[in-house]
Protein backbone atom coordinates (compact mmCIF):
# COMPACT_ATOMS: atom_id res chain seq x y z
CA UNK A 1 0.00 0.00 0.00
CA UNK A 2 1.32 3.39 -1.10
CA UNK A 3 2.93 5.14 2.24
CA UNK A 4 0.02 8.50 2.95
CA UNK A 5 2.60 11.85 2.92
CA UNK A 6 1.00 14.19 5.45
CA UNK A 7 0.87 18.01 5.42
CA UNK A 8 3.98 18.65 8.19
CA UNK A 9 6.76 17.09 5.63
CA UNK A 10 8.87 19.69 3.94
CA UNK A 11 8.29 20.97 0.59
CA UNK A 12 9.69 19.19 -1.93
CA UNK A 13 8.05 21.09 -4.62
CA UNK A 14 9.85 24.35 -6.52
CA UNK A 15 7.57 27.56 -6.67
CA UNK A 16 5.28 28.51 -9.47
CA UNK A 17 6.82 31.58 -11.36
CA UNK A 18 5.19 32.12 -14.61
CA UNK A 19 1.84 32.50 -12.97
CA UNK A 20 0.28 33.69 -10.17
CA UNK A 21 0.96 37.22 -7.94
CA UNK A 22 2.56 38.33 -5.12
CA UNK A 23 0.75 37.09 -1.64
CA UNK A 24 -0.08 40.87 -0.44
CA UNK A 25 -1.88 41.67 -3.48
CA UNK A 26 -3.72 38.39 -2.84
CA UNK A 27 -4.90 38.86 0.48
CA UNK A 28 -5.73 42.95 -0.41
CA UNK A 29 -8.10 41.63 -2.66
CA UNK A 30 -9.31 38.59 -1.26
CA UNK A 31 -9.99 41.29 1.89
CA UNK A 32 -11.92 43.45 -0.33
CA UNK A 33 -13.83 40.78 -1.63
CA UNK A 34 -15.29 39.67 1.33
CA UNK A 35 -16.04 43.17 2.31
CA UNK A 36 -18.41 43.63 -0.66
CA UNK A 37 -20.06 39.89 -0.26
CA UNK A 38 -20.63 41.09 3.21
CA UNK A 39 -22.15 44.61 1.84
CA UNK A 40 -24.38 42.25 -0.34
CA UNK A 41 -25.44 39.98 2.33
CA UNK A 42 -26.31 42.82 4.21
CA UNK A 43 -28.52 44.51 1.35
CA UNK A 44 -30.16 41.34 0.76
CA UNK A 45 -31.33 41.10 4.52
CA UNK A 46 -32.23 44.78 4.38
CA UNK A 47 -34.52 43.60 1.28
CA UNK A 48 -37.64 41.42 1.96
CA UNK A 49 -36.40 38.37 0.89
CA UNK A 50 -33.68 38.65 3.94
CA UNK A 51 -36.24 39.74 6.74
CA UNK A 52 -37.43 36.67 7.19
CA UNK A 53 -34.42 34.56 7.52
CA UNK A 54 -33.29 37.35 9.75
CA UNK A 55 -36.22 37.21 12.29
CA UNK A 56 -35.37 33.28 12.68
CA UNK A 57 -31.85 34.00 14.22
CA UNK A 58 -31.88 32.35 17.63
CA UNK A 59 -31.67 35.44 19.83
CA UNK A 60 -28.52 35.35 20.98
CA UNK A 61 -26.94 35.83 17.36
CA UNK A 62 -26.02 39.12 16.21
CA UNK A 63 -26.62 40.80 12.75
CA UNK A 64 -23.30 40.81 12.38
CA UNK A 65 -22.15 37.11 13.69
CA UNK A 66 -24.94 36.27 10.74
CA UNK A 67 -23.72 38.15 8.04
CA UNK A 68 -20.19 36.62 9.26
CA UNK A 69 -21.05 32.65 9.39
CA UNK A 70 -24.36 31.39 8.18
CA UNK A 71 -25.46 34.33 6.00
CA UNK A 72 -24.62 32.97 2.88
CA UNK A 73 -25.39 30.11 3.49
CA UNK A 74 -28.77 30.82 4.14
CA UNK A 75 -28.56 33.48 0.95
CA UNK A 76 -28.11 30.11 -1.03
CA UNK A 77 -30.97 28.15 0.88
CA UNK A 78 -33.67 30.48 -0.25
CA UNK A 79 -32.35 32.32 -3.02
CA UNK A 80 -33.10 30.52 -6.39
CA UNK A 81 -30.34 30.94 -8.41
CA UNK A 82 -28.09 32.56 -6.22
CA UNK A 83 -24.47 32.17 -8.13
CA UNK A 84 -26.28 33.74 -10.89
CA UNK A 85 -27.76 36.57 -8.44
CA UNK A 86 -23.99 37.03 -6.85
CA UNK A 87 -22.20 37.37 -9.98
CA UNK A 88 -24.73 40.13 -10.96
CA UNK A 89 -22.43 42.25 -8.95
CA UNK A 90 -19.92 44.05 -10.46
CA UNK A 91 -17.39 43.89 -8.03
CA UNK A 92 -17.98 40.04 -7.09
CA UNK A 93 -18.08 38.88 -10.55
CA UNK A 94 -14.63 40.79 -11.10
CA UNK A 95 -13.23 38.94 -8.09
CA UNK A 96 -14.42 35.69 -9.49
CA UNK A 97 -13.36 36.09 -12.72
CA UNK A 98 -9.81 37.37 -12.40
CA UNK A 99 -6.92 36.07 -14.43
CA UNK A 100 -4.88 33.82 -13.06
CA UNK A 101 -1.66 36.28 -12.99
CA UNK A 102 -4.24 37.71 -9.86
CA UNK A 103 -4.24 34.63 -8.04
CA UNK A 104 -1.38 33.54 -5.41
CA UNK A 105 -0.34 30.13 -5.38
CA UNK A 106 0.29 28.34 -2.41
CA UNK A 107 3.77 26.69 -2.85
CA UNK A 108 3.31 23.38 -1.48
CA UNK A 109 0.13 22.31 -2.86
CA UNK A 110 -0.31 24.58 -5.58
CA UNK A 111 -3.62 25.94 -3.51
CA UNK A 112 -5.15 29.05 -4.81
CA UNK A 113 -5.34 31.60 -1.90
CA UNK A 114 -9.71 32.17 -1.97
CA UNK A 115 -10.81 34.77 0.09
CA UNK A 116 -13.24 33.08 2.96
CA UNK A 117 -16.45 33.55 1.44
CA UNK A 118 -14.91 32.83 -2.20
CA UNK A 119 -14.71 29.33 -1.07
CA UNK A 120 -17.84 29.24 0.39
CA UNK A 121 -19.06 30.31 -2.78
CA UNK A 122 -17.51 27.70 -4.76
CA UNK A 123 -19.11 24.61 -2.15
CA UNK A 124 -22.25 26.20 -1.50
CA UNK A 125 -23.05 26.45 -5.19
CA UNK A 126 -22.53 22.51 -5.82
CA UNK A 127 -23.87 21.44 -3.33
CA UNK A 128 -27.31 23.34 -3.10
CA UNK A 129 -27.64 24.08 -7.01
CA UNK A 130 -25.09 21.16 -8.23
CA UNK A 131 -23.29 24.31 -9.83
CA UNK A 132 -19.63 22.89 -10.63
CA UNK A 133 -16.77 25.37 -10.86
CA UNK A 134 -14.28 23.23 -12.05
CA UNK A 135 -11.65 22.58 -9.13
CA UNK A 136 -12.54 24.96 -7.07
CA UNK A 137 -15.02 23.41 -4.53
CA UNK A 138 -14.06 20.71 -1.93
CA UNK A 139 -15.41 17.24 -1.79
CA UNK A 140 -18.58 17.24 0.60
CA UNK A 141 -17.01 15.34 3.40
CA UNK A 142 -14.34 18.33 3.42
CA UNK A 143 -17.32 20.95 3.85
CA UNK A 144 -18.45 22.56 7.01
CA UNK A 145 -21.56 23.62 7.92
CA UNK A 146 -21.48 27.13 6.31
CA UNK A 147 -19.56 25.84 3.00
CA UNK A 148 -16.37 26.60 4.36
CA UNK A 149 -13.83 23.81 3.80
CA UNK A 150 -12.59 21.96 6.23
CA UNK A 151 -8.06 22.08 6.66
CA UNK A 152 -6.46 18.86 7.45
CA UNK A 153 -5.16 20.52 10.63
CA UNK A 154 -8.58 21.08 11.90
CA UNK A 155 -9.91 17.14 11.40
CA UNK A 156 -9.38 14.40 14.19
CA UNK A 157 -5.97 12.69 13.47
CA UNK A 158 -7.24 9.46 12.42
CA UNK A 159 -9.13 11.35 9.68
CA UNK A 160 -5.96 13.78 9.11
CA UNK A 161 -4.78 11.94 5.90
CA UNK A 162 -4.06 13.38 2.53
CA UNK A 163 -5.66 11.71 -0.57
CA UNK A 164 -6.20 12.40 -4.65
CA UNK A 165 -8.85 15.38 -4.35
CA UNK A 166 -8.30 17.37 -0.96
CA UNK A 167 -5.93 20.19 -3.06
CA UNK A 168 -6.89 22.19 -6.36
CA UNK A 169 -3.79 20.46 -7.97
CA UNK A 170 -5.11 17.22 -7.35
CA UNK A 171 -8.83 17.32 -8.04
CA UNK A 172 -10.27 15.06 -10.99
CA UNK A 173 -12.17 16.93 -13.86
CA UNK A 174 -16.12 17.51 -12.91
CA UNK A 175 -18.36 16.82 -15.58
CA UNK A 176 -18.33 20.50 -16.35
CA UNK A 177 -14.67 20.95 -16.92
CA UNK A 178 -15.01 17.84 -19.52
CA UNK A 179 -18.08 19.99 -21.20
CA UNK A 180 -15.62 22.57 -21.71
CA UNK A 181 -12.82 21.31 -23.11
CA UNK A 182 -15.20 19.23 -25.35
CA UNK A 183 -16.63 22.80 -26.65
CA UNK A 184 -12.90 23.96 -26.90
CA UNK A 185 -11.93 20.57 -29.02
CA UNK A 186 -15.18 20.90 -31.16
CA UNK A 187 -14.24 24.74 -31.74
CA UNK A 188 -10.92 23.28 -33.40
CA UNK A 189 -12.63 21.15 -36.24
CA UNK A 190 -12.54 22.91 -39.50
CA UNK A 191 -15.87 23.17 -41.53
CA UNK A 192 -14.22 21.85 -44.88
CA UNK A 193 -11.31 19.52 -45.18
CA UNK A 194 -9.85 17.04 -47.75
CA UNK A 195 -10.50 14.62 -44.89
CA UNK A 196 -13.48 15.00 -42.42
CA UNK A 197 -12.70 15.50 -38.62
CA UNK A 198 -15.34 14.53 -36.01
CA UNK A 199 -14.85 15.02 -32.40
CA UNK A 200 -16.63 11.81 -29.71
CA UNK A 201 -16.71 13.27 -26.28
CA UNK A 202 -19.61 11.06 -25.00
CA UNK A 203 -19.99 8.36 -23.07
CA UNK A 204 -17.31 5.89 -22.04
CA UNK A 205 -14.72 5.12 -24.12
CA UNK A 206 -16.85 1.77 -25.45
CA UNK A 207 -19.81 3.81 -25.71
CA UNK A 208 -17.92 6.71 -27.74
CA UNK A 209 -16.09 3.70 -30.06
CA UNK A 210 -20.00 2.34 -30.84
CA UNK A 211 -21.19 5.64 -31.36
CA UNK A 212 -18.04 5.82 -34.21
CA UNK A 213 -19.62 2.83 -35.66
CA UNK A 214 -23.37 4.04 -35.75
CA UNK A 215 -22.03 7.31 -37.34
CA UNK A 216 -20.34 5.73 -40.31
CA UNK A 217 -23.20 3.42 -40.57
CA UNK A 218 -25.30 6.40 -41.33
CA UNK A 219 -22.58 7.80 -44.10
CA UNK A 220 -22.99 4.46 -45.76
CA UNK A 221 -26.68 5.51 -45.85
CA UNK A 222 -25.79 8.49 -47.34
CA UNK A 223 -23.48 6.34 -49.73
CA UNK A 224 -20.55 8.63 -48.93
CA UNK A 225 -17.46 7.12 -50.83
CA UNK A 226 -14.46 8.95 -48.93
CA UNK A 227 -12.68 7.67 -45.56
CA UNK A 228 -13.62 9.93 -42.10
CA UNK A 229 -11.56 10.24 -39.35
CA UNK A 230 -12.97 10.17 -35.60
CA UNK A 231 -11.28 11.24 -32.91
CA UNK A 232 -12.35 10.64 -29.41
CA UNK A 233 -11.18 11.98 -25.71
CA UNK A 234 -12.99 9.94 -22.88
CA UNK A 235 -13.11 8.50 -19.50
CA UNK A 236 -12.22 4.44 -19.72
CA UNK A 237 -15.36 3.12 -17.81
CA UNK A 238 -17.42 3.95 -14.88
CA UNK A 239 -15.46 2.15 -12.65
CA UNK A 240 -11.85 3.83 -14.35
CA UNK A 241 -11.87 7.64 -14.18
CA UNK A 242 -9.18 8.33 -16.19
CA UNK A 243 -8.84 9.77 -19.21
CA UNK A 244 -7.87 8.15 -22.88
CA UNK A 245 -7.59 9.55 -26.68
CA UNK A 246 -8.30 7.47 -29.53
CA UNK A 247 -8.52 8.22 -33.47
CA UNK A 248 -10.06 5.88 -36.10
CA UNK A 249 -10.16 6.12 -39.61
CA UNK A 250 -13.37 4.24 -41.00
CA UNK A 251 -14.41 3.74 -44.54
CA UNK A 252 -18.30 4.55 -45.00
CA UNK A 253 -18.15 1.27 -47.08
CA UNK A 254 -17.19 -0.66 -44.27
CA UNK A 255 -17.95 -0.09 -40.69
CA UNK A 256 -17.44 -2.56 -39.45
CA UNK A 257 -14.05 -2.94 -39.35
CA UNK A 258 -11.63 0.31 -39.07
CA UNK A 259 -9.12 1.19 -41.54
CA UNK A 260 -6.62 2.06 -38.98
CA UNK A 261 -6.73 2.83 -34.84
CA UNK A 262 -4.69 4.60 -32.71
CA UNK A 263 -4.81 4.34 -29.20
CA UNK A 264 -3.52 7.04 -26.70
CA UNK A 265 -2.81 7.22 -23.57
CA UNK A 266 -1.12 9.53 -20.88
CA UNK A 267 1.07 6.87 -18.57
CA UNK A 268 3.13 4.90 -20.01
CA UNK A 269 5.69 3.32 -17.00
CA UNK A 270 6.96 -0.09 -18.73
CA UNK A 271 6.48 0.28 -22.33
CA UNK A 272 3.13 -0.70 -22.20
CA UNK A 273 -0.23 2.02 -21.46
CA UNK A 274 -1.81 -0.03 -18.30
CA UNK A 275 -4.83 0.35 -20.18
CA UNK A 276 -3.89 -1.45 -23.47
CA UNK A 277 -5.51 -4.81 -23.19
CA UNK A 278 -8.30 -3.23 -21.37
CA UNK A 279 -8.72 -1.20 -24.91
CA UNK A 280 -8.38 -3.74 -26.90
CA UNK A 281 -11.00 -5.60 -25.81
CA UNK A 282 -12.91 -2.93 -25.87
CA UNK A 283 -12.31 -2.67 -29.52
CA UNK A 284 -13.17 -6.44 -29.84
CA UNK A 285 -16.48 -6.05 -28.73
CA UNK A 286 -17.37 -2.88 -30.78
CA UNK A 287 -16.18 -4.65 -33.75
CA UNK A 288 -16.48 -7.84 -33.92
CA UNK A 289 -14.89 -9.98 -36.37
CA UNK A 290 -15.74 -13.45 -38.38
CA UNK A 291 -14.18 -16.90 -37.76
CA UNK A 292 -11.06 -16.85 -39.30
CA UNK A 293 -10.51 -12.89 -39.52
CA UNK A 294 -8.25 -11.25 -37.45
CA UNK A 295 -9.60 -9.09 -34.93
CA UNK A 296 -9.53 -5.46 -35.52
CA UNK A 297 -7.17 -5.43 -32.14
CA UNK A 298 -4.80 -6.85 -33.77
CA UNK A 299 -4.35 -3.74 -35.84
CA UNK A 300 -4.24 -1.34 -33.14
CA UNK A 301 -1.36 0.71 -32.43
CA UNK A 302 -0.20 2.61 -29.30
CA UNK A 303 0.09 6.45 -30.05
CA UNK A 304 0.49 7.46 -26.18
CA UNK A 305 3.25 9.72 -24.58
CA UNK A 306 4.54 9.71 -21.30
CA UNK A 307 3.31 12.74 -19.35
CA UNK A 308 1.61 11.58 -16.36
CA UNK A 309 3.31 10.81 -12.82
CA UNK A 310 1.22 8.95 -10.99
CA UNK A 311 1.99 6.88 -7.46
CA UNK A 312 6.14 7.12 -8.55
CA UNK A 313 7.29 7.94 -4.61
CA UNK A 314 6.09 11.83 -4.85
CA UNK A 315 3.87 13.07 -2.18
CA UNK A 316 -0.40 12.89 -2.53
CA UNK A 317 -0.57 16.24 -2.99
CA UNK A 318 1.96 16.67 -6.01
CA UNK A 319 0.70 13.93 -7.98
CA UNK A 320 -0.86 14.59 -11.67
CA UNK A 321 -4.06 14.19 -11.98
CA UNK A 322 -4.30 15.90 -15.22
CA UNK A 323 -4.81 13.90 -17.82
CA UNK A 324 -8.02 16.06 -18.92
CA UNK A 325 -5.71 18.64 -20.08
CA UNK A 326 -3.25 15.93 -21.64
CA UNK A 327 -5.39 14.25 -23.46
CA UNK A 328 -6.93 17.19 -25.15
CA UNK A 329 -3.85 18.47 -25.78
CA UNK A 330 -2.96 15.26 -27.73
CA UNK A 331 -6.97 15.33 -29.73
CA UNK A 332 -6.63 18.88 -30.51
CA UNK A 333 -2.99 18.28 -32.02
CA UNK A 334 -4.42 15.03 -33.88
CA UNK A 335 -7.26 17.34 -35.20
CA UNK A 336 -4.83 19.78 -36.50
CA UNK A 337 -2.58 17.19 -38.19
CA UNK A 338 -5.63 15.16 -40.06
CA UNK A 339 -6.58 18.47 -41.62
CA UNK A 340 -3.72 20.27 -42.37
CA UNK A 341 -1.49 16.92 -43.22
CA UNK A 342 -4.15 13.96 -43.63
CA UNK A 343 -1.61 11.96 -45.64
CA UNK A 344 0.60 11.55 -42.04
CA UNK A 345 -2.53 10.08 -40.86
CA UNK A 346 -3.69 8.13 -43.39
CA UNK A 347 -0.16 6.85 -44.36
CA UNK A 348 2.58 7.42 -42.21
CA UNK A 349 4.07 4.94 -39.78
CA UNK A 350 2.81 5.32 -36.29
CA UNK A 351 6.01 6.73 -35.22
CA UNK A 352 5.74 9.56 -37.65
CA UNK A 353 2.03 10.35 -36.00
CA UNK A 354 3.60 10.74 -32.93
CA UNK A 355 6.42 13.19 -33.31
CA UNK A 356 4.23 15.29 -35.66
CA UNK A 357 1.91 15.17 -32.69
CA UNK A 358 3.98 16.15 -30.18
CA UNK A 359 5.38 18.91 -32.44
CA UNK A 360 1.68 20.42 -32.13
CA UNK A 361 1.58 20.12 -28.52
CA UNK A 362 3.80 23.33 -27.78
CA UNK A 363 2.14 23.52 -23.89
CA UNK A 364 3.78 19.98 -23.15
CA UNK A 365 6.40 19.83 -25.27
CA UNK A 366 9.79 22.05 -26.20
CA UNK A 367 9.89 20.05 -29.47
CA UNK A 368 8.79 16.74 -30.95
CA UNK A 369 9.43 13.77 -28.72
CA UNK A 370 10.69 16.37 -26.18
CA UNK A 371 8.36 17.19 -23.00
CA UNK A 372 9.16 20.16 -21.18
CA UNK A 373 10.47 19.98 -17.72
CA UNK A 374 7.89 18.70 -14.93
CA UNK A 375 7.34 22.07 -13.46
CA UNK A 376 6.48 23.48 -16.83
CA UNK A 377 4.19 20.99 -17.21
CA UNK A 378 2.84 21.72 -13.84
CA UNK A 379 2.45 25.63 -14.29
CA UNK A 380 0.74 24.80 -17.02
CA UNK A 381 -1.83 22.53 -15.96
CA UNK A 382 -2.29 24.82 -12.86
CA UNK A 383 -3.19 27.44 -14.91
CA UNK A 384 -5.49 24.91 -16.85
CA UNK A 385 -7.38 24.27 -13.93
CA UNK A 386 -7.69 27.90 -12.54
CA UNK A 387 -9.22 28.73 -16.84
CA UNK A 388 -11.19 26.08 -16.76
CA UNK A 389 -13.12 27.42 -13.67
CA UNK A 390 -13.35 30.72 -15.06
CA UNK A 391 -14.74 29.64 -18.09
CA UNK A 392 -17.28 28.14 -16.14
CA UNK A 393 -18.37 31.24 -14.37
CA UNK A 394 -18.18 33.23 -17.35
CA UNK A 395 -20.64 30.74 -19.12
CA UNK A 396 -23.47 31.25 -15.78
CA UNK A 397 -22.77 34.78 -16.09
CA UNK A 398 -22.98 35.20 -19.94
CA UNK A 399 -26.45 32.65 -19.79
CA UNK A 400 -27.61 35.30 -16.58
CA UNK A 401 -26.96 38.56 -18.69
CA UNK A 402 -29.08 36.92 -21.93
CA UNK A 403 -31.84 36.75 -19.62
CA UNK A 404 -31.74 39.77 -17.98
CA UNK A 405 -29.19 42.60 -19.87
CA UNK A 406 -27.88 44.85 -17.61
CA UNK A 407 -27.19 48.41 -17.83
CA UNK A 408 -24.38 49.21 -20.35
CA UNK A 409 -21.35 50.16 -17.50
CA UNK A 410 -21.79 46.95 -16.13
CA UNK A 411 -20.93 45.16 -19.83
CA UNK A 412 -18.04 47.89 -20.10
CA UNK A 413 -16.63 46.98 -17.12
CA UNK A 414 -17.09 43.42 -17.56
CA UNK A 415 -15.35 43.44 -20.52
CA UNK A 416 -12.60 46.34 -19.42
CA UNK A 417 -11.79 43.79 -16.70
CA UNK A 418 -11.88 40.34 -17.77
Not at 156 to 163: G, K, L, M, T, V
Request: a negative charge.
Amino acid sequence: MEKIVRVTDPVVCKTLTKIGCAKELAIDANSAFDESIKQFLRDWIEDNSGLSTVQNLNNETSLGEFIENGALYQFFKHTNKALERLLEQPAIAHHLLRPVTEVYFQEDAYEPLFAKFEQRIYNLAVQREQAEIPFRYSPPSRQGVYGDTIGLAEMHPDQRREDIGVYFGTRRSDQTALTILARQLRSTVLPTSSLPVHVITEGYMEDSLRMVKKMTERLQDDEVSDPHCFVIQRRHAADDRHLGAALLIMHPQRPDRPERIIFCDTLNPSGIPPWWNSFRRKVDAVFPQPDGVDPVSAILEDGGVKLQRLHDGVPIRHQDIDCAFYTTSMVRALIQIAQSRPEVILEDPIEVVVSQMTSRMTDYYAAANQSKEQEAVREVNVHCRWETGREALTNILLSRLAESPPHQPYVAELTLNS
